[in-house]
């Protein structure tokens, strides 16, 4: 990697930015990331020098084997120590940094009207009475708590009650439905699972406990139901009600398992030991998709995680004590975990936790909620761009942005377009656009601009974060060297990698590390141009990626299948102008079947209820017969093809029956996507 010289369109950081910047000039960043790789030991030692260990490590900060061929995987950091997730987070900054004023959160409300504001020692005092709450219902280090909130304070209060106490949290979006609800809490066996009452995503109302109690039915019904008790927030009842909308919502109860948060809170003591852990002990499961179908566990440790996330958050957004954060993910995502949750917190940040949509009460609602708090750095997903771009600059107008600093991207590719318009319209050409690349399974980022050291490219996610080794091989396994594209993946591990596969590490090992041994392979194709920079071009298993949430075509698939019409089912992505990606899926339906518009609203339903809202296909099309290779798989090369109405088919000679592929064409679902 050198300092580039390139003819691209270049974007170079802005002077002010750079003059107290934590990495201020490429070169600065150059000689940290020599460091970073060269002596790991050192670099990673002088990070976990700035928290607090109950024991020192007696190990390294880093040890592992990456490759399969040489035992079993595994990745390790600061062995022996001892430590506390929300110690660090929480107590470090109130007792020891005098930062117990100062705003950890303003929450905002789906409605402008209501908002709160949450002090690091307000913060600290809650996660304590939660945390008793939890140890009073039996919950113990080890135990898994699985959280079905919405986006408010009490999600923030669990998560940190968890890992203070050694609880294992499995955050479930509350996007989701109840089959994926209960997919997630029978697979975390969890002992204790939190809901809130109802919640307004817009001007939806969503009876969350109802899906709760539907996701436990279905556990009970599958298997014996782990949970014993279910916390309740009265989130709809004493926050958001009003008017007509109270009637609307029955709260259903079943006094043997369910209580009130408040009235559990209630006479909750406001000390509580931190449980002292070790260093690998892990502090969360997360599921993200995997294409085999079943969702995948991710776990992550509490050390590593801890070094890695507050590292990212101070560099990437170049982290100063009066900025103003703004993260747009949902918690129920990694993006949320990391950069809502712990990385903020460990470095003491003030963060804006946002409730609602951009489009409600009216299309420049971000831009109000930035003025409002004097937002300085600002993080959301293409998607979110595409979409607020589609009502131009006037909404944009009317608010007054000149806090922003610094914009960031993540969870999908952004083209060109979006890029320009966030530069230029959202940051007024003054804000340098940090696209940060990385996973569920990576915990951070791990490429990504520095703002005031990178000069950025539009759409490239540009070089690797400290400690991360990229490289790019071919499909036999070769590295490349120079420019080159093929399959990006990690030579060595960085401190928030994930660990394991929840209850299952042969999964682990499979799905990341068999393909090419000796490397992490990320599922995602890569080019890396004359200058040395990254491009993400997408997955290449059987994935996709729907407003920056991956999934998988397995799984809309089984769940198209299970309709008594459908004889065959198969997914693909189609480009999408908003969604980046969308869902377009082919039916070859069971004998004297007919394929009609009442089939297809009943399979969108069927795809809605199994997985959730996201994944509701954009198109569906009858599929007499598939294409298929002659031993009988799939092409979906061919069916992508198919729903971007590209003909350009390339060799078909392994096709059974090429006439499969007319019909398609011919009876393909045209629409404004
Ligand atoms: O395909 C890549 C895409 O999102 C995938 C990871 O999804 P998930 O685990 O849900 O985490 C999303 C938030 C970190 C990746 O494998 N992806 C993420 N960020 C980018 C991206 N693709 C291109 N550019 C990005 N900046």
Redesign the pocket.
Known sequence: MVVPETQDKMYYPPEDLQRDAHVPDFNSYLALYRKSLDNPEAFWKDIADEFFWKKPATGPMLQYNFDVTKGSIYVKCMEGAKTNMCYNVLDRHVREGNLGDKVAYYWEGNSPDRHETITYRQLLSQVCRCANVLKQMGVKKGDRVSIYLPMIPELVYTMLACARIGAIHSVVFAGFSSESLCERIMDAQSSVLVTADGVFRGEKLINLKQIADEALQKCREKDSCSVTKCVVVKHHVLRTRSGAACNKLQTPWDAEYDVWWDEAMTDSPEECEPEWLDAEDPLFILY?SGSTGKPKGVLHAVAGYLLYTSLTFKYVFDHHHDDVFWCTADIG???GHSYITYGPLANGATSVLFEGIPVHPHVGRFWEIIEKYRVSKFYTAPTAIRLLMKYGREPLQKYDLSSLRILG?????INPEAWQWYHEAVGQGRCPVV???????TGGHVLAPLPAATPLKPGS?TFPFFGVEPTILNEHGEELEGEAEGYLVFRRPWPGIMRSVYRNHERFENTYFKKFPGFYV???GCRRDKDGYYW?T??IDDML?VS???MSTAEVEAALAQHPSVAEAAAVSRPHTVKGECLYCFVTLKDSREFNRTLEEELKRLVREKIGPIATPDFIQNAPALPKTRSGKIMRRILRQIARNDHDLGDLSTLADPKVVEVLFSQRREAAA
């Open positions: 993200t995502w990694i993006t991207t993540v969870g999908e590719p696209d940060t690349f990385w996973q569920t399974e996610a990320t599922g995602d993400i997408g997955r990626n920056g949430h991956l």
